[in-house]
T-cell receptor
């Protein structure tokens, strides 16, 4: 399995500001994903981060709110823009490697918006 | 997106007891995954299942891929306090690209 790190691990932000979350993998991977986990809830896929092209967003998530970069096969960023308290969640990156559909998750970024 | 039906939602057990949880769906999956999430951490992959009927163990954990491809269970034997956490099932369909469908989680509490 890949070793995945995320920065920051947690942050407290003010309403209306933006936060960029970084995800670094210790090996090259084709598939990288960003998830949101709201308090007490399961995981919801935000988008697939595609290397060299625009991310593929799931229904309910838009690029203006969650811009994603994927400059190479080991790194991706997710920005949470113009934040509101409803954006308070854990944001997780994952990578697809190994068997079909298998994903490994990073440690998460805990975001609190005041 | 569509959620898997995961049960039970929560469990309170005594140390040493066995635990069983399961996930069901109205449609088939090609891969079943079981994750554990500790407080303040990301989900950790416990077991991956790729074939209908497959039974796989990882220490005290055993999981099975249902023969109908619509369900999976996870058993934990002789539970210990560090088994506390949230357990998620996830399914993958080849027709859904790389997307995973997640269950809503089982919160496990183990009393010493």
């Amino acid at each position: 399995s890949a070793v995945i790190s995320q920065k920051p691990s947690r942050d407290i932000c003010q309403r209306g500001t933006s936060l960029t979350i970084q995800c670094q993998v210790d090996s090259q991977v084709t598939m990288m994903f960003w998830y949101r986990q709201q308090p007490g809830q399961s995981l919801t896929l935000i988008a697939t981060a595609n290397q060299g092209s625009e991310a593929t967003y799931e229904s309910g998530f838009v690029i203006d709110k969650f811009p994603i970069s994927r400059p190479n096969l080991t790194f991706s960023t997710l920005t949470v823009s113009n934040m509101s308290p409803e954006d308070s969640s854990i944001y997780l990156c994952s990578v697809g490697t190994g068997g079909a559909g298998t994903q490994y998750f990073g440690p998460g970024t805990r975001l609190l918006v005041l | 997106g569509q959620q898997l039906n995961q049960s039970p939602q929560s469990m309170f057990i005594q140390e040493g007891e066995d635990v069983s949880m399961n996930c069901t769906s109205s449609s088939i999956f090609n891969t079943w995954l079981w994750y554990k999430q500790d407080p303040g951490e990301g989900p950790v992959l416990l077991i991956a299942l790729y074939k209908a009927g497959e039974l796989t163990s990882n220490g005290r954990l055993t999981a099975q891929f249902g023969i109908t491809r619509k369900d999976s269970f996870l058993n934990i034997s002789a539970s210990i306090p560090s088994d506390v956490g949230i357990y998620f099932c996830a399914g993958h369909r080849e027709t859904s690209g790389s997307r995973l469908t997640f269950g809503e989680g089982t919160q496990l509490t183990v009393n010493p």
